[in-house]
């Protein structure tokens, strides 16, 4: 297909790469297993590239479709050599990340407004919220939007104290209150101080915990709640972050996230430090919420605005 003969930039392609090294070598690794010696996808081929899928954390009900789809593909052809699967393999898994494209980002940018943007970020704690909060500023300043954090996760000291660390590192404002208070305070405070700043993008830190469901989604709602009277439609975007490394519990903990409020994009960290970046595949297709953002490295740079076309390319990449 011609979409992946679309030039990329270099220095990204080469850290995406880089960042997957991990996932594509063990995949690529089994699939050449797979293929060795046939001189036809048959139903034990077929057998044996599910289990491949499936280990590499892409997820059973994601895998099936894509067995459905090589099925009908391969049915009239006398021979699929290594090559031939691989492009196959290329095509239908990005033909089903387009299935969840809406209106898919090529930069670190937001719709321009009379109000600041406002996004409010999601996820467990360890999943990489606090640092995907400090790389978004980053990326957001550098493209010479005002940004203002809001640590509105008050349930934990560390949160706080993380999140100011990397306002100052990036060199942009933080509202914060003590441990303990109320989130929707900090929610308003912040977007108050946006409106006040005339900023460009609010980035509002909320609650890193699941033990009580029940709890977050009230808590949650009330901070849109607030939100929506400060600046009008605020949250404009939920952010959900999850840690990549985690397979599929992070798609475990996809699905709590989206019981507890209406999530409308996804950040997925850590995948340069496991072989089962194949989550990315599958979470996008089974929650039907696009992903947004991957993190394939610790350098502040190494958040990267997700291009389906770019990720599948270097998941099959052998260079």
């Known amino acids: 297909m011609s979409f992946f003969k679309k030039i990329f930039s270099s ?10 090294e991990k996932t594509k070598s063990s995949f690529l690794y089994k699939l050449e297993k797979v293929v060795v010696g046939k001189t036809t996808v048959d139903a034990e081929t077929l057998d044996h590239l599910e289990e491949v899928l499936v280990s590499s954390d892409v997820g ?14 391969v049915k009239s052809d006398k021979y699929v050599g290594l090559e031939e699967l691989n492009q196959i393999l290329k095509e239908e898994i990005a033909g089903l990340l387009s299935e969840t494209d809406h209106g898919e980002a090529e930069d670190f940018t937001v719709p321009q407004s009379e109000y600041p943007h406002v996004i ?13 909060i400090g790389k978004l500023a980053h990326q957001f300043k550098a493209k010479g939007l005002k940004v203002v954090l809001g640590a509105a996760d008050t349930f934990r000291a560390a949160a706080i104290d993380q999140l100011v660390v990397w306002a100052d590192r990036v060199g942009v404002p933080i509202i914060k209150q003590q441990m303990g208070s109320d989130p929707a305070s900090v929610a308003f405070d ?18 890193g915990r699941l033990h009580n469901k029940i709890n977050l989604m009230n808590e949650l709602a009330k901070v849109k709640r607030v939100m929506d009277k400060v600046i009008p439609g605020a949250p404009h975007e939920v952010l959900l972050v999850l840690d990549g490394s985690t397979g599929q519990n992070a798609f475990q903990q996809a699905q709590q996230f989206t019981k507890a409020t ?8 850590k995948l340069d430090g496991t072989a089962k970046g194949g989550v990315v ?27 389906k076309y770019e990720f599948v390319d270097s998941f099959f990449n052998r260079s």
């Open 11 to 20: 220095d990204k392609k080469e850290t995406l790469d880089k960042g997957l």
């Open 60 to 73: 059973v009900d994601t895998t099936l479709k894509i067995i459905d789809r090589i099925e009908v593909r």
């Open 120 to 132: 409010m970020v999601v996820g467990v704690n360890g999943a990489g919220k606090t640092t995907t």
């Open 190 to 207: 912040a977007l108050s101080a946006g409106l006040a700043q005339s900023a460009d993008v609010v980035i509002i830190d909320t609650a």
């Open 262 to 269: 209406e999530v409308t994009s996804l950040a997925i960290t």
């Open 281 to 307: 595949i599958g979470i996008s297709d089974q929650l039907q919420i696009p992903v947004k953002y991957i993190g394939v490295g610790e350098a502040i740079q190494d958040l990267q605005v997700f291009n």
